[in-house]
């Protein structure tokens, strides 16, 4: 096991607290709220006294993200970020907060993220979104109907097309997430789905139908980490952070190389050298999954199988916990779990629930019985734009 966060020199960074606000269905709580709740709770589950919390990174809510959040719940930070990039938000900051507090310019970082897009939808505070606006690049893709989910859709096919990829092995994947789901009572949806559930569906995207495509809910989390020091201190037994990587590929369609690779295949590969570990190592995988296609994959740029061979690999069970292969979102991830817009933060909890011995649903063993020992987030926003992994690791 690596003893180093990130091999370089400096501090140790753990995650010291971590916590979920209400989750699902929440239709009395604002957005500032669901962040308040979820900040006290990873405080609270740290131990630490929220006077040692010197950082903050925040994105998604208000005109000065940090600032606003910030002031609402009380705290002063003297190192902030607002890094942006789509559901790769969170590892990207993690990253920039494990920097951070190894280079001693922050002590205590605490990453917040909330968000009632399910509920402000029902009560007509605002429309589905199809597309990120007109403006820049993307006015060379809108005018012709090209949403976001039609761009993931796109990529899905060319990767059918290139390796043979089968409808029913990309519906493993939802099947797969909701069986993880099934044991975890905070999982908004957890009623078994079949592979013929997931195809007969209405169609969203060719070829993607709605059960391929991530739920839409209200919820928020919150990471807590902190310099090696103060884990003396904490309530839990720390979670390391070892290893980060984060790479950008494109924005609009035309300047991506290669549709069935993602930027995750260079995050991933930076972030294993770092922390001195191989994709083999690896005991469960939190991966983002707005689509099915995401998780596939992801799978093949991460290392855990080789390119085109994503489809056979999520196939059998392989990624359910107790399958025999490897456990992929094991709370049910976007697809069943939860899915309130920037998810890459939920990915971080899972994975040091799971480190610890605390999640709420099913916990995943090593084959001798003993708690994992390595586990793995990895983030990715926009279509495929960007990525930001994390290896992470106890002892």
């Known amino acids: 096991m690596p003893t180093t966060s990130r091999n370089r020199s400096g501090r140790r960074v753990a995650v010291v607290g971590i916590s979920l606000s209400d989750c699902g269905r929440v239709d009395a709580a604002t957005p500032y709220a669901l962040h308040a709740q979820a900040a006290r709770r990873a405080l609270?589950?740290?131990?630490?006294?929220?006077?040692?919390?010197?950082?903050?990174?925040s994105a998604g809510l208000g005109t000065l993200a940090p600032v606003e959040v910030a002031e609402y719940l009380g705290l002063r930070p003297r190192w902030v970020d607002s890094t942006a990039v789509g559901g790769a938000t969170w590892e990207?900051?993690?990253?920039?907060a494990a920097d951070a507090i190894a280079a001693g310019h922050a002590n205590a970082v605490l990453l917040v993220y909330g968000s009632t897009a399910r509920a402000d939808i029902k009560a007509g505070r605002r429309t589905a979104n199809l597309s990120f606006?007109?403006?820049?690049p993307?006015?060379?893709?809108?005018?012709?109907?090209?949403?976001?989910?039609a761009?993931?859709?796109m990529a899905a096919r060319r990767h059918m097309h290139e390796y043979g990829t089968t409808l029913e092995q990309l519906a493993e994947v939802a099947v797969q997430a909701r069986a993880n789901a099934a044991p975890n009572p905070e999982a908004m949806f957890r009623d078994p789905i079949t592979v013929d559930d997931v195809l007969s569906g209405p169609m969203i995207a060719d070829p993607f139908t709605k059960l391929h495509c991530c739920i839409r809910s209200d919820g928020g989390c919150a990471v807590l980490l902190a310099a090696e020091e103060y884990v003396p201190d904490t309530t839990k037994a720390p979670v390391w952070v070892l290893g980060t990587g984060e790479h950008v590929s494109h924005t609009t369609m035309s300047e991506w190389e290669d549709f069935t690779v993602s930027p995750a295949s260079v995050s991933g590969r930076i972030a294993f050298e770092r922390a001195g570990v191989r994709p083999q190592d690896i005991d469960l995988a939190e991966i983002y999954d707005a689509f099915t296609y995401m998780?596939?994959?992801?799978?093949?740029?991460?290392?855990?199988?080789a390119k085109g061979e994503g489809g056979a690999f999520v196939e059998k069970g392989r990624l359910t916990v107790g399958g025999g292969g490897l456990?992929?979102?094991?709370?049910?991830?976007?697809?069943?779990?939860?899915?309130?817009?920037?998810?890459?933060?939920f990915l971080l909890v899972e994975a040091v629930r799971q480190l610890r011995g605390e999640a709420t649903g099913a916990q995943v063993r090593r084959a001798d019985g003993s708690l994992p020992?390595?586990?793995v987030a990895s983030g990715t926003g926009g279509w495929f734009c960007s990525s930001g992994t994390v290896v992470l690791g106890r002892g």
């Open 44 to 57: 609270a589950d740290s131990g630490l006294d929220r006077s040692l919390i010197d950082g903050l990174g």
């Open 138 to 149: 993307l006015q060379f893709e809108v005018p012709y109907g090209h949403t976001l989910v």
């Open 133 to 136: 606006g007109a403006r820049g």
């Open 151 to 153: 761009k993931y859709a």
């Open 327 to 345: 456990p992929v979102n094991t709370d049910g991830g976007g697809l069943s779990a939860c899915h309130p817009g920037m998810r890459g933060l």
């Open 295 to 305: 998780t596939l994959v992801t799978l093949e740029d991460l290392g855990f199988c």
């Open 92 to 96: 990207v900051m993690a990253a920039h």
């Open 373 to 375: 020992e390595l586990a």
